[in-house]
């Protein structure tokens, strides 16, 4: 057998060959003192470089990193909050200067609308507040509550406006409590 | 009832796999997330500092934006597959965006006062194979090659991953993390050789 290649010997050396070559390189090895020589060169550069003083993160870095999820967390949930209160200066705004003509049919079908995207935005809300994907469930029954609003009697308008801040309302405070059990058990 | 006893697993015991704090986590389970960041902080460094320019300063902020980033990408995660593979590619392109917004410092060919005295991996001197100043040689040379050679052989020998895991974690066949690792370290040998017989001698 001729002498081995630098990479059958580092394969080898690897463990990543075929049960046969494997063999055939060993009985090799046991008979060529120079390729023998080059394996050994092969395991201890392996060995060099297993032990070379590579840099470890600090023990700080899992509190640094969940430190900075609740800055960016408490950021999006004041954000949030404009959020609410624009939509709700924006819904009774269209209210009190309706704009176009408006058919009971029509107020009906946007009252269902608002009303099943009210109930994902409040599911969503209470699943993942802190998550930016909130945004587009928020920004429809934002858009569906001001239709509605502008389309729908004033008692009705009201009243929605009021369940819908007391759903809010109820679920900020599940979403805090169930958070501050989370964080501080 | 089986999400409660994952609970009480991950929780009260401070166990579980990582697939089970991954699927907490997306829940919006912040101690579960710190348990996964304490987990992988080290993997996740090594591969960064194997693929940027070295600064531990550098690297260690990479790491956090790393952690953060997953966080707020979690959703994408499928909690049936290795939460190693998933955290690695996002890494990646931490890496590769740190790259594109060309903040990367040179790299730097002197080991510095602050990398000989931060927590390494590094065998006491006496149990050593090489000496002192051919390890420090051998580091230069590793921080020297090209950067496609330079991340695999770091993962295969200083981090000890398999690799199929640096294939899954590179996305790369696994063909060409054998033939990377194999030509880097060709390189290593060429550029070693001259150096230590210089030691030697």
Same mark, same amino acid.
């Given at each position: ?74 950021r999006t949930f004041s954000l949030w909050w404009w959020a609410v209160a624009f939509g709700l200066l924006v819904a009774s705004g269209l209210r009190w ?21 009210g109930?994902?935005a409040?599911?969503?809300l209470?699943?993942?507040l802190?998550?930016?994907?909130t945004w587009?469930?928020l920004g429809?029954a934002m858009l569906?509550l001001a239709?509605?609003a ?7 308008a009201s009243?929605?406006t009021a369940?819908f801040m007391v759903a809010v309302a109820?679920n900020v ?13 | ?50 693929? @940027? ?9 990479? @790491? ?47 080991? @510095? ?89």
């Amino acid at each position: 057998m001729d002498c081995l290649s630098n990479e059958q010997l580092f394969f080898y050396s690897e463990g990543l060959l075929e049960a046969d070559e494997t063999r055939r390189i060993a009985a090799h090895l046991q008979s060529c003192e120079s390729c023998a020589a080059r394996y050994l060169e092969e395991i201890e550069l392996t060995v060099a470089l297993r032990e070379l003083p590579a840099p470890l993160p600090s023990a700080a870095m899992p509190g640094r990193v969940i430190s900075q999820i609740r800055a960016a967390r408490a950021r999006t949930f004041s954000l949030w909050w404009w959020a609410v209160a624009f939509g709700l200066l924006v819904a009774s705004g269209l209210r009190w200067f309706p704009a176009g003509d408006l058919s009971p049919e029509k107020a009906a079908l946007s009252l269902t609308e608002f009303l099943s995207d009210g109930a994902i935005a409040v599911v969503q809300l209470v699943a993942r507040l802190s998550d930016l994907n909130t945004w587009s469930h928020l920004g429809r029954a934002m858009l569906t509550l001001a239709e509605m609003a502008a389309q729908s009697p004033l008692w009705l308008a009201s009243s929605v406006t009021a369940v819908f801040m007391v759903a809010v309302a109820a679920n900020v405070l599940l979403w805090s409590l169930t958070r501050h059990a989370l964080v501080h058990r | 009832m089986e999400a409660i006893l994952t609970n009480i697993r991950v929780h009260v015991n401070r166990q579980g796999t990582d697939e089970d704090l991954a699927a907490l986590a997306q829940k919006g389970d912040l101690p579960a997330y710190e348990s996964l960041v304490g987990r992988y902080q080290r993997f996740v460094f090594r591969v960064l500092w194997s693929r @940027t320019g070295f600064s531990r300063e550098d690297v260690e902020d990479l @790491t956090q934006d790393t952690f953060v980033r997953a966080w707020k990408r979690l959703d994408t995660y499928d909690p049936t597959r290795p939460f190693k593979a998933w955290i690695a590619k996002i890494a990646a392109n931490v890496a590769i965006d740190r790259h594109r917004s060309n903040l990367r410092r040179p790299l730097t060919t002197e080991i @510095t006062e602050a990398e000989n005295t931060v927590p390494s991996n590094a065998p006491d001197p006496a149990s050593a194979t090489i000496s002192a100043e051919q390890r420090r040689r051998l580091l230069l040379r590793v921080k020297k090659l090209p950067d496609h050679y330079r991340e695999v052989v770091v993962l295969r020998f200083i981090e000890e991953q398999s690799y199929e895991e640096i294939a899954e974690a590179l996305d790369l066949p696994l063909g060409s993390v054998k033939t990377r690792i194999f030509r880097g370290r060709e390189l290593l040998k060429q550029s070693l050789e001259p150096a230590l017989a210089e030691g030697e001698s």
